[in-house]
């Protein structure tokens, strides 16, 4: 289960953002036991997204939706880049845009790194 906008959310043990994200990083990386830590970064807004967001290496959040987030972020600050309201300017979709090019440049520089 998780919460999201104030609802409970119900759903299979291996149905989930997380297990989406293991499936497709265990189909790149095979050969890697920790592809989703090593390898997987996510954009993500809410509570229904936390169990991925700390299981990839990296998440990016374009604003901050409630309390929860806004704590779990501060717990997890060296994995959970916020982009929304950071320079006065990247607020709605261009906070969203800000984290893509963030994700772009992080895939760059680990192509660059291989």
Request: aromatic share 4%; proline share 2%.
């Amino acid at each position: 289960t998780s919460t999201n906008l104030g609802c409970i959310d119900f759903y299979p043990a291996k149905s989930g953002k997380k297990h989406c994200c293991a499936y497709l990083t265990g189909k790149l990386f095979a050969t890697d036991a920790n592809q989703m830590e090593k390898h997987a970064v996510c954009l993500c807004d809410d509570d229904n997204d936390l169990e991925m967001a700390l299981a990839c290496q990296h998440a990016f959040v374009p604003g901050i939706s409630s309390e929860s987030m806004q704590q779990t972020i501060a717990e997890h600050a060296n994995r959970i880049t916020v982009t929304g309201g950071v320079d006065g300017l990247s607020e709605g979709t261009a906070a969203t845009d800000r984290a893509l090019q963030l994700v772009l440049e992080r895939v760059q520089h680990s192509k660059s790194k291989l």
